[in-house]
């Protein structure tokens, strides 16, 4: 199994830059754009990552600020964050040389098993499997269990089973290899059992379970949450504000805001009213849709040509080299197209 899945990685792969370095620094960086990212999303942005930052020490000592907005696009900012921070601490108590080994790394911020049994199998050929969406579906297939892949104790089992399939003799290969299987091959729906290196030993090909397995045990309908931004822009600023606090979006500008629990409606615009202090009624300009993991933003746009008493202004000038969640973005280029 482990040759036939070598032959099949060395023919198939696809050529991905990250792949092509034992730098554990690029292979980290990719690790953690790639988390809750599609290659073909990430690839540009590791691309400029690589070139305005060659190194950790590049990272390190780069301003956050140039790093967010970087990042700006790719979601889920709290990667960025510990980016830096695991940059900096490598930079500080490692002395720059990046740390080797899998219990050292998942020491650092934003590294957690997968990442840290990715980091020193690619690069240091520790002998550690790495588990992810990928690994799970292909073992579950292959050997017919159904442990569920959405649920602490049995991703628990899925990193044993991973363990325990791997190749001692070339760990970073062979992870590669089961990953490339899954994104290629062994897919979520209609996988192409004819052209599996495994297909001989698959237990669901031979039970006719490739549907079902990997189990879900299935997650809740994310939640709606209804967002009410106020657009006000008043010799030449416009009401801008970094947020704060734990939640989406941490640290991104953003126009003044309203959550309330209602959509678009009449009385929505009295409430922005009496909150922002408006003499006026603002205009409903719009809405969009913004899907999360487990969230589904209802985003309102509201236009005011008052000046928002108390509120910050930023120099339209300016908007350019601020960090703005991407739905709040796309809707100001619209309004401004
Ligand atoms: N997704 C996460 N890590 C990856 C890797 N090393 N190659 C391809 N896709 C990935």
């Known amino acids: 199994m482990h040759r036939a899945l070598l032959e099949w990685y060395a023919a198939h792969a696809r050529d991905l830059p990250w792949r092509r370095t034992k730098d554990p620094y690029l292979i980290w960086l990719s690790e953690i754009i790639l988390q809750q990212t599609r290659v073909e999303q990430g690839l540009p942005y590791y691309q400029r990552f690589v070139q305005r930052f060659p190194d950790v020490e590049a990272l390190a000592s780069a301003p956050d600020s140039e790093v967010m907005k970087l990042w ?13 921070r695991a940059a900096r ?10 740390p080797s080994t899998f219990d050292e790394l998942i020491k650092l911020p934003g590294i957690g098993p997968y990442t840290a049994a990715a980091v020193a199998s690619f690069a240091f050929d520790e002998p550690v ?33 991973a363990q325990n399939f791997l190749n001692r003799q070339a760990p970073a290969l062979h ?8 994104a290629l091959v062994c897919t979520p729906q209609n996988p192409s059992c004819d052209k599996c290196p495994l297909a001989a030993w698959c237990t669901a090909r031979r039970e006719n379970r490739t549907g079902e397995l990997p189990l879900r045990k299935g997650k809740k309908k994310p939640g709606i949450r209804p967002m009410h931004y106020l657009i006000s822009v008043r010799n030449g600023q416009v009401a801008l504000r970094q947020r704060r606090g734990q939640d989406i979006w941490r640290r991104l500008y953003e126009f003044p805001l309203w959550e309330g629990r209602e959509k678009g409606s009449r009385r929505t615009g009295k409430k922005l009213k009496e909150i ?5 009624m603002p205009l409903f300009l719009g809405h969009t849709v913004h899907l999360l993991t487990h969230r589904k933003l209802e985003l309102y746009f509201w236009y005011t040509p008052e000046e928002i008493p108390d509120f910050p202004y930023i120099p339209l000038s300016q908007m350019h080299e601020l960090s703005l969640p991407v739905p709040l973005r796309r809707a100001w280029e619209e309004l401004n197209t």
Not at 89 to 98: A, D, L, N, V
Not at 131 to 143: E, K, Q
């Open 89 to 98: 601490e490598i930079k500080e108590k490692y002395k720059g040389r990046f």
């Open 276 to 280: 922002f202090g408006l003499k006026e």
């Open 72 to 84: 700006e696009g790719l979601g889920y900012y709290r990667r960025a964050e510990n980016m830096l």
């Open 129 to 161: 499997a790495v588990t992810d969406g990928n690994v799970m579906r292909v073992l579950s297939r292959l050997i017919g269990k159904a442990f569920p892949v959405d649920h602490a104790p049995g991703i628990k089992q899925w990193r044993a089973q």
């Open 175 to 182: 992870n590669q290899a089961v990953m490339e299987l899954g």
